[in-house]
């Protein structure tokens, strides 16, 4: 089966320190034009496959990135608890080219995860699950950079968990087989961004 993980769209700013609500963010208006653009390259596109079931994080930036999708295609949205973000239940969401480049901003990021082992654990059970109950499909998942990252740095072999940023919308590709093989086929494809002309983020930095 292949499973096509996707990052979400880009989202908006929150903080709810002052209230203690977990921060919950919804897409921004660009973060909609890239999910709509995703979309598009999914159903009618160069990029067009048949899709045989689609995924989400509890998560609304995740859920809307994939919404256009389903309601293209005329397909229900199943949650699946165990691909949400580590930042799940922090107060505060600061998307992350606001700041890369500030000194020590990986080491920032990383601090954010409590329990790395323990949350890689969650994502290879969610996902392998995903996997197994989907034979011979193809399966869509909106998530998030974090979940993307340290489920294929298992897959590769890699220490370092959040060894590479993926893109908003950004569509990464692994082919599971029924024997237990697992293949990287493809990671931070944009093309559905090039070809609509939608920027990746609106940050001067980016």
């Known amino acids: 089966m292949e499973l096509i993980l996707i990052r979400h769209g880009l989202p908006v700013r929150v903080d709810?320190?002052?209230?203690?609500?977990?921060?919950?963010?919804?897409?921004?208006?660009?973060?909609?034009?890239?999910?709509?653009?995703?979309?598009e390259w999914l159903i009618e596109?160069?990029?067009?496959?048949?899709?045989?079931a689609i995924y989400s994080s509890p998560k609304k930036?995740?859920?809307?990135?994939?919404?256009?999708?389903?309601?293209?295609?005329?397909?229900?949205i199943t949650i699946e608890p165990r691909v949400v973000e580590y930042d799940a239940g922090e107060t505060a969401y600061i998307p992350i080219e606001e700041i890369k480049g500030e000194p020590e901003?990986?080491?920032?990021?990383?601090?954010?995860?409590?329990?790395?082992?323990?949350?890689?654990?969650?994502v290879i059970d969610g996902l392998e699950s995903i996997i197994s109950n989907h034979s011979g499909d193809r399966v869509v998942v909106g998530c998030h950079g974090g979940v993307i990252a340290v489920y294929l740095?298992?897959?590769?072999?890699?220490?370092?968990?959040?060894?590479?940023?993926?893109?908003?919308t950004s569509i990464n590709r692994v082919m599971g087989a029924s024997t237990g093989e697992r293949s990287v086929v493809s990671?931070?494809?944009?093309?559905?961004?090039?070809?609509?002309?939608?920027?990746?983020?609106?940050h001067p930095k980016s």
């Open 16 to 39: 709810n320190s002052d209230t203690g609500e977990e921060a919950d963010p919804s897409l921004s208006p660009l973060g909609e034009r890239q999910a709509q653009a995703l979309a």
């Open 61 to 76: 930036r995740a859920f809307e990135t994939v919404q256009p999708l389903a309601r293209g295609l005329g397909q229900e």
């Open 187 to 202: 990671m931070n494809e944009l093309g559905h961004l090039q070809v609509a002309n939608v920027p990746l983020s609106s």
């Open 153 to 168: 740095a298992h897959l590769m072999g890699v220490r370092q968990p959040l060894f590479f940023e993926a893109h908003y």
């Open 45 to 52: 596109g160069p990029g067009a496959q048949k899709i045989d």
């Open 105 to 122: 901003w990986y080491e920032m990021i990383a601090a954010g995860i409590p329990d790395p082992k323990a949350f890689q654990e969650q």
